[in-house]
């Protein structure tokens, strides 16, 4: 495997838990294609070093992750399987240690979809969270039209998915879409690195075995709609409803409006 490392991602591995940071606050911590590869080799890494019992998944400043990159969404959208991100929501998906979020601030996009297939999810009170594909001319991604109506019902799912509005935290915890609010974001961050090092001294063998079978009976469907929407998902990015509203946000920031 080879390990990339660069700035915006970093790794820090202590009492058994790695801490992978998503850092790159001047940009609400929106993912680039490089930050897709670093992420996924965090994640390679975590799975293959006997050392590391958890991982947990946190970003700087006040926000989570924005999401993908928007710039990379024009400039350089995923064109197959290999593409940064579905190589990373493969590496999530078969992922087979805990995985914790500490979700310290803004969540858009992959940094919600993300959290369905995290297995434990920490939240700053009063974080603002979005699923704005729709918004954006595209669609629901990284099993999210499969996960997020299993999790929350499907009235609430379409709402999120097809009016791509702002909720709120603590909405996500009454709806059962996360374990817990943190009253800030240090405090989010240490409740997820006190779980993570609980866990991390839970026998290593049944824990892994008590992850495969809880996530077992969704393993194969997650599987198909990942594909199934990675495949239109890429469609859409070049649909001129997308490229439109990309552009949109991308003048916005040109034009500093
Ligand atoms: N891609 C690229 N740049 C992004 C970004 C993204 N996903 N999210 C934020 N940024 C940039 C902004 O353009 C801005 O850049 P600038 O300082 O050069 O103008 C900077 O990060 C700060 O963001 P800003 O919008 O000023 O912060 P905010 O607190 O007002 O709003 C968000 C934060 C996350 C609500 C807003 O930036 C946003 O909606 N971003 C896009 C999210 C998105 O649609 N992601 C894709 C989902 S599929």
Redesign the pocket.
């Known amino acids: 495997m080879a390990e990339i490392k660069i700035r915006e991602i970093l790794m820090e591995c202590r009492d058994g838990v790695m801490l992978i940071h998503i850092h790159r606050p ?3 911590n ?2 680039t294609l490089s930050m897709y590869t670093a992420l996924t080799a965090a994640l390679e890494s975590a799975a293959g070093d006997p050392e590391v019992r958890v991982a947990v998944l946190t970003g700087s400043g ?2 989570f992750t ?8 024009l400039a350089a959208p995923p064109t197959g399987e290999d593409s940064p991100v579905f190589r990373f929501l493969a590496a999530l998906r078969q992922f087979e240690k805990p995985l914790i979020a500490a979700v310290n601030g ?1 969540a ?4 919600v979809t993300l959290l369905l297939h995290c297995d434990l999810v920490y939240v700053r009170a009063g974080a ?1 969270l ?1 699923l ?2 729709v ?2 001319g ?1 669609c629901p ?1 990284a099993a999210s039209s499969l996960l997020l109506p299993r999790l929350i019902g499907y009235p609430r799912a379409a709402e999120l998915l097809l009016l791509g509005e ?1 909720f709120s935290a603590e909405q996500a915890l009454d709806w059962g879409l996360i374990n817990a609010l943190g009253a800030d974001a240090d405090a989010t961050l240490e409740q997820a690195l006190a779980t993570a090092r609980r866990l991390a001294r839970q026998p290593a063998a049944a824990v892994r075995l008590t992850k495969a079978l809880l996530k077992r009976s969704e393993a194969e469907a997650v599987r198909e709609t990942l594909a199934l929407e990675g495949r239109h998902f890429k469609e859409r990015l070049r649909s001129p409803e997308a490229i439109a509203a990309l552009q949109a ?2 003048g ?2 040109r034009s ?1 409006a």
């Open positions: 001047d940009r609400k929106a993912l006040d926000s924005s999401g993908n990159d928007i710039a990379d969404f803004i858009v996009g992959i940094g603002m979005q704005p594909f918004n954006l595209l991604e702002p946000f991308a916005r920031r500093g």
